[in-house]
């Protein structure tokens, strides 16, 4: 069974359609009643971010380009705060277009969470997705315990699932150090007084329960295991439940495998993320479901439903997970694609070296995820 919910910055539409909030725009997107989407920024803002299947038709433009904007469905028209968009969504009812305006624009949109619950085998288990930034994370409870994986840095969101569903959180762990996004595992850990896990491997300027190349994180009576998979960094883990999923972190996505070159090192790193994948993958039944941290621009959100796939869809969807080490090695290191914005920034953050506020946090993290090697 698979519940989603929502909970956002965007605030609900106008009673008469003329404007949408990107709450509700979420819930819309991958259902039979989603609206065509036309954002009207110019071409260089549209291409450094924008929303999956979104046309870009520029404001100074709309007027001689009518013909490219669907008449068959509802249009919500989309800019950088919602002023443009305002204007255009007008326009385009003068012309007899059903359009709306989504509130708050892209900064609205980048506030966007959902959740959906689903069951695996003794766990039960919360995704936390971050529409805007193609984020995962995961609360999974077993035994009156919880685990917090991933978590992004509004803490609350976490603290108020697991309440929720009448779970004490005891452990918190990222699967990596984020390039992306500002993690709040500390700050849930310390908030909540759990435990917290990462790997050393990865250059932390703060303690942490060390993770070993193997580990074990006991829920209640249930545990799950905890698997070192270096390559997209040298700290990134695993964590499987009880082999009827895994939350594969930036190791593995349901369509790519996580980019080995934000360190400098990209075949040093590629290396390590071969073997980690074949290792990992080896016996491994095809009915295994994959969790990931991210999902890209090519991956549909569907709700109610879970961004995952079953290891055999994902073995079907990214055949370098057959090839042998050199040409795998070849592949991943020189696929390189533009870096996640303010990636320095963020890691500095999560590894300790520097503090931000929640304002200054927002501004790093505007922006798309580029975390995957597609």
Known sequence: MTQATGRGMGGMGSSDGTEISAEELAALLGTQ???FLLDVRE???????????AANVPLSSLEHRLTQVARDRQVVV???????SAQAAGALRSAGIDASNLLGGMLAWSAVYDTVR????????VQVRRRSKGCLSYVVGSGGEALVVDPSSEIDRYRDLAAAEGWQITHVLDTHVHA????GARALAAATGSALHLSTADALRYGVEALAERDRILLGTT?????????????????????GAMLTGDTLFVDGVGRPDLADAAREY??????????????????VLVLPAHFGAGVTVVRDEPVAATLGAVRAAVPQLGWERERFVSWASTRATPRPPSYVEIVRL???????????????EVGPNRCGTG
């Open 33 to 35: 009643h989603a609206p």
């Open 43 to 53: 071409p260089e803002e549209f291409e450094s971010w924008a929303i999956s299947g």
């Open 78 to 84: 989309v800019c950088a705060s919602g002023q443009r």
């Open 118 to 125: 689903l069951d695996v085998g003794a766990f039960s288990v």
């Open 180 to 183: 992306d996004h500002v993690s």
């Open 223 to 243: 545990s799950v295991d905890v698997l070192a998979t270096p390559g997209h960094t040298m700290g990134s883990v695993v964590v499987d439940l009880g082999g």
């Open 270 to 287: 590629a290396e390590a993320l071969h073997h980690s994948l074949v290792s990992l993958l080896d016996g491994r039944s095809d009915d």
């Open 350 to 364: 999560n590894v300790g070296e520097t503090w931000a506020s929640a304002d200054e946090v927002r501004a790093l």
